[in-house]
């Protein structure tokens, strides 16, 4: 992945619960690689075949982001 991608990537809202737009772009970008697919979970999991059997690789990582909504800010503390 290169800057430009990872740039796009992390500009896209993937607050918990509303990661369906990571998915897509992960998703659009992981064909060019192989095949994609979903788990029942949401997770996406991309099958790259080589040819040659031998051991697998997994990449780990959450699609979400930490989002916090600030509703009033005061001078107590």
Do not use: R
């Amino acid at each position: 992945m290169d800057l430009k991608s990872l740039s796009k990537l992390v500009e896209i809202n993937g607050t918990s619960g509303n990661e369906k737009n990571v998915a897509k772009y992960l998703e659009s970008e992981l064909k060019k690689y192989g095949e994609v697919s979903y788990d029942n979970l949401g997770s996406i999991i991309c099958e790259i075949k080589s040819g040659n059997p031998g051991k697998k690789v997994a990449v780990v990582a959450h699609m979400d982001e930490v989002c916090l909504m600030v509703k009033q800010v005061t001078n107590d503390f």
